[in-house]
């Protein structure tokens, strides 16, 4: 099925990219506790609605009720986060991809834990990335695969999730590498560009974190009030 799934959980706004650029037909949208909260507020109404909502204030809540939204509504003491349900019901749907929104900044335990919600879709053949306004993120397991240049993204990282990540190769790029071993707490792999239009990445075993990046400017963010 191709289709597209887009998660906006309760990360703070000022790091969310352009909600209006990415609403099209064909895309179902989820909301996350406050993330509901922000959709609604950008004339988004959202397919579906996880959380404990205790983001919210009563009246916001009174308000949110008022849109034709499917609420999933869960206790605040359980096993699992509100976005990794979301991501368990969207992974359900079989559909070509989940894009999410909302995961980063704020609190470090709820970033970090999110970043690696990502493994769910390792075996999945759905494709899972994070998204705010500076960062791309997602998961990969050993195989080969080819990477386009995106110019809002420049920059190209590769960090290593499991303790090692065994024969990597990078065409390209304007730092090529050829079957080394990267390992925890190594920065060979950071910061790289694509000089062409596409290069490639491979690897023989371990899991990998890609992330393309850009820097931020710093006067454009200032006057957003963010």
Known sequence: ?????????????????????????DITWVGVDRGVHTLLKNNIAPDQAFGDFDSVSLKEREWMNRHPVNFSVFPQEKDKTDLELAIEWALEKQCS???ILGATGGRLDHELINVQ????????KT??????????IQLRAAGSYEIKYIP?????SFVPVTPKVEGLTLTGVKYPLQETEINWGSTLSISNE???KKGSYSFRDGILLVIR???????AFLNKGY
Do not use: C, F, H
């Not at 494709?127 to 791309?136: F, L, V």
């Not at 809002?152 to 190209?156: A, G, K, R, S």
């Not at 990046?213 to 006067?219: G, P, V």
């Open 213 to 219: 990046s850009k820097d931020e400017d710093e006067k």
């Open 194 to 196: 694509l000089v062409n």
């Open 127 to 136: 494709e899972i990335e994070i998204r705010d306004r500076q960062n791309r």
């Open 152 to 156: 809002e993204y420049p920059y190209l």
């Open 117 to 124: 919600l990502l493994l769910k879709g390792i075996g999945s």
């Open 1 to 25: 099925m191709d289709s597209k799934i887009i998660i906006l959980a309760g990360g703070p706004t000022g790091l969310l990219p352009d909600l209006a650029s990415l609403d099209a037909e």
């Open 97 to 99: 991809s989940v894009i």
